[in-house]
Each structure stands twice: as C-alpha cells, then as structure tokens.
C-alpha cells in the first residue's frame, strides 16, 4: 500500500500563487509516475498534469501550460505542484495519484492505484 496525503490548499484571489504538495509512504515512491488531477463540482475528475517516475518527463494539460508547474524529490517522497496566475476556472478539488511505472500521463483514473484524500483550491474573482 502508498499513502498520499496532499496540502497546501487554500483560498486565492485571480492571479496569485498556490503550492501543492503531496507525501507519500509505504511503497516504493521512485517505481511510480505522478499526477494531479482536479474535480470541479458537478464535473469529472481530470488529469492536469504528470510527471515520469525519474521526473524525466512531465505532461500539462492545455488548460494549465504556462502556469502550472510539476516537480518531484524521490529522495523526499514527494511530489509538489506550484500554480501561478490562478484563474477562478482552477477552483475544484485537487488530487495526488500514483501509477506503476511505465504508465504516465494517462487520464484513465482507473490506471492510477493510489490517490489522496484531495485538498480544496478556490480561486476568487
């Protein structure tokens, strides 16, 4: 079993910063892909970015190029999402996940064996 625990959401008004961080524990960290994905109310959940188990390669959704970034320290066992220029549309609930390695950058949840508790982002106008 892997154990993600995500922080660092808040409240934010357009245009400001938030960083997301989620630890994990109990499996070996460095064997998985990463992603963050978002659920808005009344919406699906859906992939905002990835990154590779070496953190090698990372993938953004078009929504998010630009302002999102992705990084991760396998010596740490965490992977943290910093957002720049919030915009109101970003407010859901944010999600870690881990996916066994080769598989990376899927939007298919199913592929994802282990996900957080979600930590909530509102973005104000």
């Known amino acids: 079993q892997m154990q993600l625990v995500e922080s660092g959401g808040g409240l934010v008004q357009a245009g400001g910063s938030l960083r997301l961080s989620c630890a994990a524990s109990g499996r070996t960290f460095s064997r998985y892909a990463m992603g963050w994905f978002r659920q808005a109310p ?7 970015t990835a990154i590779t188990s070496t953190g090698g390669n990372t993938y953004y959704a078009d929504s998010v190029k630009g302002r999102f970034t992705i990084s991760r320290d396998n010596a740490k066992n965490t992977v943290t999402l910093q957002m720049d220029n919030l915009k109101p ?3 859901a609930v944010y999600y870690c996940a881990a996916a066994p390695a080769p598989a990376y950058a899927t939007s298919n949840t199913r592929a994802y064996d282990y996900w957080g508790q979600g930590t909530q982002v509102t973005v104000s106008s």
């Not at 009344?42 to 905002?48: F, I, M, P, Q, T």
């Open 42 to 48: 009344g919406k699906e959940r859906v992939l905002v």
């Open 89 to 91: 549309e970003d407010t």
